[in-house]
């Protein structure tokens, strides 16, 4: 048999795993669907090969930074509220919707530095009269020294803080956008993005991700068996659906648990 490339031939390869032509394998088609979705949404939610980190940019243009200063309103509670929605709210819409598939964003990039460049930024002369010769100075001096003025910098100048939640896939960057924006320049973002399997169809042969929709798929149809459970079939076979939701139960339990403790990247790396 192929290896699993496809949804399909994913559902083909966990049916065979439980006994599939030999044994028939009662759950609908839409039901193994939901049961794929699941592993799939599960993989990509805890397995470090489910996502990548990723750069994105995006230029900005005069109509959204104008955009940006607008505001929405809201009003309170109508119910349990003394004022009966009578406050009303403003809430800035400094945001930029960003692609579904982003999980995650770690960081915005550090926006235009006028000074970078110029002949009287610090770090310019640091490189310009100490660096000239790699053994004329101690390096780990002039990294002591960059730490230094990147503190300082974060303390005196700071950057702009940033808001995210991936139901909402809307970035908010907290700052004055007529200041610190111009038209045409760019946003870059480090994020963490879910892989597409549709794309990157190795996904579907990942060995966890097989074992994990098998037993998904397993506990399925011990669900759909429940109902009939001790009933003797033409022939005298007694189904036992409660036993395939036990064995289901704990082959889940033990295979959430590896890809917790052996496969999750650590929970820092996903906070922006």
């Given at each position: 048999m192929a290896i699993p490339n496809t949804k399909a031939t994913l559902l083909s390869y966990c049916k065979r795993q439980l006994g599939y032509p030999v044994v028939e394998?009662?759950?609908?088609?839409?039901q193994a669907d939901d049961v794929l979705d699941d592993a799939l949404q599960y993989f990509a939610e805890y397995h470090y090969d489910g996502t990548i980190r990723t750069y994105l940019k995006h230029q900005i243009t005069t109509a959204e930074i104008a955009i940006q200063r607008a505001n929405t309103t809201l009003s309170s509670s109508s119910s349990g509220g003394s004022d009966s929605g009578a406050t009303s709210w403003s809430e800035g819409t400094n945001y930029i919707e960003l692609p579904e598939s982003v999980m995650s964003v770690i960081k915005v990039f550090p926006l235009h530095d006028k000074q970078s460049n110029s002949m009287f930024d610090l770090r310019y002369q640091l490189r310009l009269n100490d660096l000239y010769d790699l053994t004329?100075?101690?390096i780990l001096y002039y990294e002591m020294v960059?730490?230094?003025?990147?503190?300082?910098?974060?303390?005196?100048?700071?950057?702009?803080l940033l808001r995210y939640s991936k139901h909402g896939n809307r970035l908010y960057i907290d700052?004055?956008?007529?200041?610190?924006?111009?038209?045409?320049?760019?946003i870059l973002i480090e994020a963490i993005r879910k892989m597409d399997p549709t794309t990157y169809t190795d996904i579907y042969n990942d060995v966890w991700?097989?074992?994990?929709?098998?037993?998904?798929?397993?506990?399925?149809?011990?669900q759909n068996l429940i109902k009939f459970d001790g009933i003797?079939?033409?022939?005298?076979?007694t189904l036992n659906g409660r036993q395939l939701v036990d064995d289901a139960k704990e082959e889940i339990q033990?295979?959430?648990?590896?890809?917790?403790?052996?496969?999750?990247?650590?929970?820092l790396d996903m906070i922006g």
């Open positions: 394998i009662n759950v609908d088609d839409d004329s100075t101690s960059q730490q230094h003025l990147g503190m300082l910098d974060d303390i005196l100048v700071g950057s702009p700052m004055d956008w007529e200041v610190n924006m111009e038209n045409g320049e760019y991700l097989k074992k994990y929709a098998t037993a998904k798929l397993k506990l399925q149809w011990g003797t079939m033409p022939g005298g076979v033990r295979l959430e648990e590896e890809v917790r403790l052996g496969y999750e990247l650590p929970v």
